[in-house]
């Protein structure tokens, strides 16, 4: 039988996947039959999670992470509300009965399976006209129960950056923990001046994912934690392992992401990304004024995402000419400047949308 094609990244415009850097893509291959799950048993994947955790640490303003190599964005998220639950039932001798979350209306869809799963209650709070968290929305959601304030770094519609020290501050005063969702703005944001990370604010918990802007093989999330009591949270006892405890939401888990996770990042961090950046960064502004050229209204690129009014069945004739692009909740254009979005591809894309 002859095996199907992977799908080639030509047209593709609205993934926040990319293709995998070569050191990442070898080193994935390398550790496919290794279970960093079992550290005990496969030690060298595990020191290569740990010196990755290292680096996710380094990025993050954290100098003595807590963490580990997640699936995912999603992962990562579900840990962050796991833990606070768990956290407020064990300190505060189980002081709700009914615990809370509370994030933006921008949040990710990730938090409504963590809710779900978990049993928790998810507050959503309106956004600014920016598109960013309104602080006095999220602060009159917080109440007595409420375990978790989420702040995003990077939205997946718009790329927008909340005021992650704000929101800390409301957590902190509601006795509840912040996490940062950076899963796709973690490796851009470093070269900006935002204020996002654990160095700018007392952030709790954040998900990095180096599977998206840090060019790893899928899948290769990252949860970290400023302090270890949130990893204690979540650990189970293994007894059949020669590890005593596993704190990670998945049991087997894939040493090809860990191990692709760690050579990305010891290829392309610093320079390497901040060379991306600026150069996506660049794409994005570009395509906005094509945009913008074309008549259509622009949301502008904070971080390299660009949203577009483009009507439906404009993106419909978009798709039939192979394009893989997809709207946003509220209907635009949505275009993510991965790696392997080129000025070329872009200048074809343009092509094809002024012609329509």
Same mark, same amino acid.
């Given at each position: 039988?002859?095996?199907?094609?992977?799908?080639?990244?030509?047209?593709? &415009?609205?993934?926040?996947?990319? $293709?995998?850097?070569?050191?990442? %893509?070898?080193?994935?291959?390398?550790?496919?039959?290794?279970?960093?799950?079992?550290?005990?048993?496969?030690?060298?994947? =595990?020191?290569?999670?740990?010196?990755?955790?290292?680096?996710?640490? $380094?990025?993050?303003?954290? @100098?003595?992470?807590?963490?580990?190599?997640? =699936?995912?964005?999603?992962?990562?998220?579900?840990?962050?509300?796991?833990?606070?639950?768990? &956290?407020?039932?064990?300190?505060?001798?189980?002081?709700?009965?009914?615990?809370?979350?509370?994030?933006?209306?921008?949040?990710?869809?990730?938090?409504?399976?963590?809710?779900?799963?978990?049993?928790?209650?998810?507050?959503?709070?309106?956004?600014?006209?920016?598109?960013?968290?309104?602080?006095?929305?999220?602060?009159?959601?917080?109440?007595?129960?409420?375990?978790?304030?989420?702040?995003?770094?990077?939205?997946?519609?718009?790329?927008?950056?909340?005021?992650?020290?704000?929101? =800390?501050?409301?957590?902190?005063?509601?006795?509840? &923990? &912040?996490?940062?969702?950076?899963?796709?703005?973690? !490796?851009?944001?470093? !070269?900006?001046?935002?204020?996002?990370? !654990?160095?700018?604010? @007392?952030?709790?918990?954040?998900?990095?994912?180096?599977?998206?802007?840090?060019? +790893?093989?899928?899948?290769?999330?990252?949860?970290?934690?400023?302090?270890?009591?949130?990893?204690?949270?979540?650990?189970?006892?293994?007894?059949?392992?020669?590890?005593?405890?596993?704190?990670?939401?998945?049991?087997?888990?894939?040493?090809?992401?860990?191990?692709?996770?760690? +050579?990305?990042?010891? $290829?392309?961090?610093?320079?390497?990304?901040?060379?991306?950046?600026?150069?996506?960064? +660049?794409?994005?502004?570009?395509?906005?004024? %094509? !945009? $913008?050229?074309?008549?259509?209204?622009?949301?502008?690129?904070?971080?390299?995402?660009?949203?577009?009014?483009?009507?439906?069945?404009?993106?419909?004739?978009?798709?039939?000419?192979?394009?893989?692009?997809?709207?946003?909740?509220?209907?635009?254009? %949505?275009?993510?400047?991965?790696?392997?979005?080129?000025?070329?591809?872009?200048? =074809?894309?343009?092509?094809?949308? @002024?012609?329509?």
């Amino acid at each position: 039988m002859q095996v199907a094609a992977p799908q080639s990244f030509r047209r593709v &415009l609205s993934s926040m996947c990319t $293709e995998p850097h070569p050191a990442a %893509r070898d080193a994935a291959e390398r550790f496919l039959a290794s279970n960093p799950g079992d550290p005990t048993t496969y030690p060298t994947v =595990s020191a290569l999670e740990d010196e990755a955790v290292g680096i996710l640490g $380094e990025m993050t303003g954290l @100098e003595n992470p807590h963490g580990y190599i997640a =699936s995912g964005g999603t992962e990562a998220n579900i840990q962050a509300v796991r833990a606070a639950r768990n &956290l407020a039932e064990a300190e505060s001798g189980a002081r709700t009965d009914s615990p809370n979350i509370v994030a933006p209306e921008s949040a990710h869809f990730s938090f409504q399976k963590a809710a779900d799963v978990l049993g928790v209650e998810l507050r959503l709070a309106e956004v600014d006209a920016n598109r960013r968290a309104e602080p006095d929305a999220v602060a009159e959601l917080v109440d007595d129960d409420t375990v978790l304030v989420v702040g995003i770094a990077g939205t997946t519609e718009y790329g927008r950056v909340d005021p992650i020290p704000t929101l =800390s501050e409301i957590a902190h005063d509601a006795g509840a &923990l &912040l996490h940062v969702d950076a899963a796709w703005g973690g !490796f851009v944001l470093p !070269f900006t001046d935002y204020e996002w990370n !654990f160095d700018h604010a @007392e952030v709790d918990t954040m998900g990095i994912d180096p599977h998206k802007m840090g060019q +790893a093989a899928v899948p290769a999330g990252g949860f970290l934690a400023r302090e270890k009591r949130v990893l204690d949270a979540l650990a189970v006892e293994t007894p059949y392992l020669e590890s005593t405890s596993q704190a990670t939401l998945t049991g087997t888990r894939s040493g090809a992401g860990v191990a692709s996770a760690w +050579a990305a990042m010891d $290829e392309l961090w610093p320079a390497g990304y901040r060379e991306q950046y600026e150069r996506s960064q +660049a794409n994005a502004e570009w395509i906005a004024e %094509r !945009f $913008e050229a074309c008549g259509y209204d622009v949301v502008d690129p904070v971080l390299p995402l660009v949203a577009a009014d483009v009507p439906r069945k404009t993106v419909e004739e978009l798709q039939s000419l192979g394009w893989r692009v997809s709207p946003t909740g509220s209907g635009e254009l %949505r275009i993510v400047c991965m790696p392997h979005v080129t000025r070329s591809m872009l200048e =074809s894309f343009a092509a094809d949308l @002024e012609s329509l």
